[in-house]
């Protein structure tokens, strides 16, 4: 009857059933029993009925009431049942090709990284660990994991030995051995595919697969040849092979297999590339390149050459080549020329003929591989297997590769592919300018040239003249064959030659010889034509040494002579001679004429101005003759209207006659200076005196000047002499002006050409004064202005002018504005009778546009003074001078006038009386009341509101007030207006009227946009914005369309951040919609203008034409507070800010420290005066803030609650309760864990008062 003591009992794998007095039940040991025997003899035992008092009860379930029996001493046999569900563990792997152990994942695969590769495994064991195939069974009893190896005994078996890939499976009989490729170290494999189930849990099998053969068969790829061969080849034979799953090797690279002119880029299991060709090639190995696929069963999708390949686990895998062809495959360019006479001359590689010294063409074969044409041909690379063409006639095709090779070579014609060309010799040719390019790079095209039968050549006849210098080529082009001979036809100088030429006249062909200057001259008159029209032969003619010259001394009249009569001499053919060196060979100098200069030498006698070259006319012929610039005649009246003179002609004959005559039969100039040089011409050549009258002979001209009433008066002072050309003609022009210049009345030709300037007044000298030809009608000599000057010094010629009637004058208007500054004047173009009074008459005032509120002043003594202080006068009187000079002018300054500017319901922002500061106007306040109006109730208080008039003149220009200067609450100032309509720009400029003016603003009303704004991130609702044009009578505007929980609105404000209102909501609609009735409503509403109402306050505070109003809301808040934040468990703060309704506590507003060996127990909550005990402790932050609520930490101790669980703990067992497997350690296990959720708690206590 005593209590029993027992330890707890535990058999790994098996479970305590109870306790028996019987050690056998059945037959079987209930205690040593396992697997399905152990549960057979459980159950029996758990059958067994029966007590003695002797040996107590039969079978006690474990943790059942026994009762101690009588005997001394009783034995308990523990019954043990095997469980069912004890753990086992299946492990699989594969051995590679190389002798590496991969361990498979759980459902039976070899892990890939991303690229497809099998992923290397620095432990299997610990990789196969995480991925075992677990399965449960009963304790002890055997677990089979093939299917293969049934054993009816063996009643847990599993079919893990699923098939793999490329891979067989190994079973327990049949051991694998496998060798590392990388270390060398034989590994053997044994599967254990069967085992006794361990209660621990912990027994494994292990299941190994072993590599099949896989037949690796390589495609080398290439091309089809003309032969029917392939143009690939394996260098050391073909390296198709078995090899086993799993397995790497060195996949075969560019040193393995060869095609003429591609790359092996790699193998691929696609193939796409392994016979294509050209362009086509490489876009499809760079498609196939750019592969990454990798297929575990096929392998890689493409693989580089020459690297690592891991065999896939198909039985069979053929890798096909991936050929990409090179883009720089060497073809070659050769070029012949086929000469006229048949010869093939192979070019240079620059395109140049090779020649001799001579210039004779180099044969070197005709595409004979001859060193020569390898040494020049034009190398060329491009893509392998396309089409390359040396020509750039694109009728051929459109290929990838095309050079122009196909060069122009002078003298010669390309001939185009297809074209056959055949000699004269019989010999054909045909041009090869395309061709695919052979990927040996032995392609060879073929460019041939034909000769041209008109290729020139130049021969250039040189002429040296006496003074050693070549006269400009003769240029002959001849045509003959390309690289023939070239022959040139020698000219001769001498009339009736065969070889006659006139531009040869007074020259010789020479072989060689020397100038006067010592040069040697050699003709080259032998040589090849070049194609290239290059080459020139030079043939020299030598100036001939005796050409006739004559000097004839007199004029056609005879005067002036030799004293021994006309010179003539032999001279040498366009040599430079002096005149009196020439002269003085035969004893002759310079001839004289009296009243003449000798002014040089002449081609045609008197210079071809007709017969008797005297006074003007001689004058006129040395003047042109010696208008010669570097030997070349220039006429000086050219372009000036005169008739062609006789100077003129004489040049013009002369130009014609020298381009008849290129070698200069006439003298290079058409005047030579007295003693000066010339050109001797190339056949005889006679040279005339030209003579030139003086101009020093002397004679006098009065002059007079006519009135208005006919009186004639002498200039005095203006009689002169002066000096003139003899045998000349004088006169007046059409001005009056003294001029040497010939008669129009007169009908001697010697006069009548005369027509040189030779007065000294100028033009208009007399202004205002016309002259008269013949003021007496002929009666007398007082009319005389022209007459013939002898030389005697004598004539006396007289001039007579009247006063023109006709003369110009000016008369200025001139206004002074109100700003006095002057307006763009008026001018009158007036005529009168030269030296006469002339007076300005005044515009009228009253009806002169543009003159109307001004008046004249007309008193020349009158001052008015500008703006910039100047004084100024009127001048409305003078004499009327004859050079046009004479100008009057009138001032007339700007009456007075006022401007009313009406600020029309606007405000002045100033106090200012004037309206500008430069005082141009004179304000003052005022009491204008007509048709804007003034209200009687601001008048008496306030000028901010009333008219403000100024004085200003006539076109005084005013700057008119901006929006600085007045203002009128929503609304914009548009311009000013005045009583006609007239609109101006603020802050433009006005002009005063001639009268008075009334001016008043335009103000536009401002359309303001208004934006309102919930204000609150949790405020619902819309509103959308509205377009409110100030003072719009028809406006209406909803109700708000905001609401919030937990708040009120209360109305609006311009600033986001304000707690009360600027405008409620009643006054905003009530503002928005009765503005216009312009009633006053308590104060608040009533005019636009008036600062009480909402309205005005939102136009004041508006910037640009957007308002935004943002909603005022009071919400409904709580604080909470704590008491006893300070306790010997540790110390709460809370942040006192209030929480809106219904909302809890954030966390990061309360701080909890709790002291060392305390922790955080609940809270007593007060709320409106009611404590409630909430043992939580995130109770203060679940409790929502309904009212200001109260809170109260309470505090628990570790020490304390252990001790009070321990006094409460009794273990018993004797008579009570047999021990169950494990009691002891559920009961220490369950202390622990009271604990530790302590200490936990507490952690978490401490940290939520140090973390955020």
């Not at 009857?1 to 007095?21: C, F, K, M, Q």
């Not at 030579?672 to 050549?685: C, R």
């Not at 002979?697 to 008066?713: K, N, R, W």
């Not at 300005?840 to 202080?869: H, Q």
Request: hydrophobic fraction near 35%.
């Amino acid at each position: 009857g005593a209590s029993a003591v027992a330890s707890s009992i535990a058999r790994a794998g098996y479970a305590l059933v109870g306790w028996t007095t019987q050690r056998t039940v059945s037959g079987t040991d209930v205690g040593t029993s396992t697997g399905l025997a152990s549960r057979s003899a459980a159950q029996a035992a758990a059958a067994l009925a029966g007590r003695t008092s002797s040996a107590g009860k039969a079978f006690t379930a474990a943790g059942g009431s026994y009762v101690a029996p009588t005997a001394s001493e009783v034995t308990l046999y523990a019954v043990w049942s095997a469980d069912t569900d004890t753990a086992y563990y299946v492990e699989r792997y594969v051995v590679t090709g190389d002798g590496d152990l991969i361990a498979l994942r759980a459902d039976g695969t070899v892990e890939r990284d991303a690229d497809g590769n099998v992923v290397a495994q620095a432990d299997p064991a610990a990789y196969a660990a995480g991925q075992r195939v677990s399965h449960q069974g009963v304790t002890d009893e055997y677990a089979v994991a093939d299917a293969a190896t049934a054993d009816p005994e063996k009643s847990w078996i599993n079919h893990d030995n699923t098939a793999r890939p490329g891979y067989s499976y190994a079973d327990h009989s049949h051991p694998y051995t496998a060798r590392s490729k990388v270390t060398g170290v034989e590994t053997t494999y044994a599967t254990i595919a069967t085992d006794g189930i361990s209660g621990d849990g912990l027994m494994r099998l292990s299941l190994y697969y072993t590599p099949d053969a896989t037949h690796i068969i390589f495609d080398k790829g290439g091309a089809e040849l003309a032969s029917g061969e392939i143009d690939s080849s394996w260098v050391a034979g073909d390296p198709s092979a078995d090899h086993l799953t799993g397995s790497t090797f060195t996949l075969p690279g560019t040193a393995d297999v060869t095609r003429p002119g591609y790359t092996l880029v790699g193998w691929s299991t696609d193939p796409i590339a392994a016979t294509a060709k050209g362009n086509d090639s490489r876009s499809k190995a760079d498609t196939v390149a750019s592969s990454t696929a990798d297929d575990p069963a096929a392998g890689k999708h493409f693989s580089v050459q020459g690297t690592t390949y891991f065999v896939p686990t198909d039985a069979t895998v053929t890798l096909h080549a991936v050929w990409k062809a090179n883009d720089d495959t060497t073809y070659y360019v050769e070029r012949y020329v086929i000469t006229a006479d048949g010869r093939v001359i192979a070019l240079e590689q620059d395109g140049t003929i090779p020649r001799s010294g001579d210039n004779t063409p180099i044969e070197h074969g005709n595409h004979d591989g001859s060193a020569f044409i390898v040494a020049n041909r034009i190398e060329r690379t491009g893509v392998t297997d396309e089409e390359a063409i040396a020509d750039a006639d694109t009728s051929i095709g459109t290929p990838k590769w095309r050079t122009h090779d196909n060069i122009v070579m002078a003298g010669y014609h390309y001939i185009k592919d297809g074209v056959t060309y055949s000699d004269l010799l019989g010999n054909s040719y045909m041009t090869v300018a395309s061709g695919n390019i052979d990927g040996t790079g032995d392609m060879i095209l073929v460019l041939y040239y034909f000769a041209d039968e008109n290729s020139t050549y130049t021969v250039n006849h040189h002429r040296v003249t006496g003074d050693g210098v070549e006269k400009d080529l003769i240029v002959e082009i001849i045509s003959k064959g390309t690289d023939t001979p070239a022959i040139s036809r020698k000219r001769s100088g001498v009339e009736g030659d065969e070889a006659y030429d006139p531009d040869f006249v007074g020259y010789e062909y020479k072989q060689t010889f020397t100038d006067v200057n010592g040069v040697t001259y050699v003709s080259h008159d032998v040589d090849v034509v070049l194609g290239d029209g290059s080459m020139v032969l030079n043939l020299y003619y030598a100036a001939r040494i005796d050409v006739r010259l004559e000097i004839v001394a007199g004029d056609s009249d005879g005067n002036g002579s030799w004293s021994l009569g006309n010179f003539v001499s032999n001279e040498t053919s366009e040599s430079t001679l002096k005149i009196s060196e020439v002269l003085a060979t035969h004893g002759y100098v310079l001839p004289t004429r009296a009243g003449y200069d000798l002014v040089g030498w002449s081609l045609v006698a008197d210079g071809a101005m007709g017969p008797s070259a005297r006074g003007e006319r001689s004058v006129e012929t040395a003047r042109r003759l010696e208008s010669v610039e570097n030997g070349e005649f220039v006429d000086p009246d050219a372009g000036e209207g005169d008739q062609l003179g006789g100077a003129s002609l004489l040049a013009m004959l002369l130009r014609a006659f020298a381009d008849e005559n290129p070698t200069f039969e006439m003298p290079n100039a058409m005047f030579i200076e007295p003693d000066g040089t010339f050109l001797m011409p190339t056949s005889q050549v006679t040279l005339y005196a030209i003579w030139r009258a003086r101009s020093d002979t002397t004679y006098t001209v009065t002059h007079y000047l006519v009135d208005a009433d006919g009186v004639a008066h002498e200039v005095e002072g203006d009689t002169r002499e002066f000096t003139g050309i003899t045998d000349g003609s004088y006169a007046v022009d059409a001005d009056g002006n003294v001029t040497h210049t010939y008669d129009p009345a007169a009908t001697d030709d010697d006069i009548n050409n005369a027509q040189v300037t030779a007065g000294e007044k100028p033009a208009g000298y007399y202004p205002g004064y016309t002259y008269v030809s013949d003021y007496d009608n002929g009666e007398g000599d007082t009319g005389l202005s022209a007459a013939n000057l002898d030389g005697e010094g004598t004539l006396a010629l007289k001039f007579f002018y009247t006063a023109n009637i006709d003369t110009p004058y000016v008369v200025r208007h001139i206004r002074v504005t109100g700003n006095k500054t002057t307006l763009e004047e008026v001018i009158e173009n007036l005529t009168g009778t030269t030296d006469t009074t002339v007076t300005a008459i005044p515009f009228d005032t009253e009806t002169r546009e543009g003159f109307t509120g001004y008046t004249v002043i007309v008193d020349p003594d009158t001052p008015i003074t500008l703006a910039d202080g100047t004084l100024v006068y009127s001048h409305p009187k003078d004499n009327l001078n004859g050079d046009e000079s004479t100008v009057l002018w009138l001032y007339y300054i700007a009456n007075d006038h006022t401007l009313t500017l009406d600020p029309n319901r606007g405000t002045w922002t100033d106090d200012a009386s004037g309206l500008d500061d430069d005082g141009r106007g004179e304000g003052s306040w005022s009491t204008y009341d007509g048709s804007f109006g003034v209200r009687e109730d601001e008048a008496e208080t306030s000028t901010d509101t009333l008219p403000r008039t100024f004085t200003y003149g006539t076109d005084s220009i005013i700057t008119l007030p901006t929006e600085d200067d007045v203002k009128r609450n929503g609304y914009t100032l548009g311009g000013w207006e005045d009583e006609d309509g007239n609109v101006y720009e603020p802050g433009g400029a006005c002009t005063m009227p001639d009268h008075d003016s009334i001016l008043k603003p335009v103000w536009i009303q401002n359309v303001y946009n208004l934006h309102f704004d919930k204000n609150d991130p949790v405020a619902t609702g819309r509103m959308e914005d509205v377009e409110y044009t100030y003072d719009d009578p028809d406006f209406q505007l909803g109700k708000t369309g905001f609401s919030r929980r937990n708040a009120k609105f209360l109305g609006w404000s311009f600033s986001p951040d304000a707690t009360e209102p600027d405008i409620s909501d009643e006054q905003l609609m009530r503002a928005l919609t009765l503005l216009a009735a312009g009633e006053l409503d308590d104060g608040l509403f009533g005019d636009l203008d008036d600062p009480r109402t909402a309205m005005y306050l939102l136009a004041a505070l508006a910037d640009g034409s957007d308002i935004t109003l943002y909603a005022v809301w009071d919400i409904e808040k709580h604080t909470p507070s704590v008491v006893g934040g300070v306790q010997p468990g540790g110390s709460v703060t809370i942040d006192p800010e209030a929480i809106e309704y219904g909302f809890t506590i954030p966390h990061e507003a309360v701080g909890i420290d709790a002291t060392p060996g305390y922790y955080l127990k609940g809270w007593l909550i007060t709320i409106n005066g009611v404590t409630t005990y909430v043992e939580d402790p995130d109770a203060i932050f679940n409790t929502p803030m309904t009212a200001d609520i109260i809170f109260e930490p309470v505090w628990g101790n570790y020490a304390e609650d252990a001790a009070r669980l321990a006094r409460g703990r009794r273990f018993k067992y004797a008579g009570e309760r047999i021990p169950q497997t494990g009691d002891l350690a559920s009961d220490l296990a369950g202390f622990a864990a009271l604990l530790g959720v302590a200490l936990v708690a507490a952690g978490a206590c401490r940290r939520r008062c140090q973390e955020p």
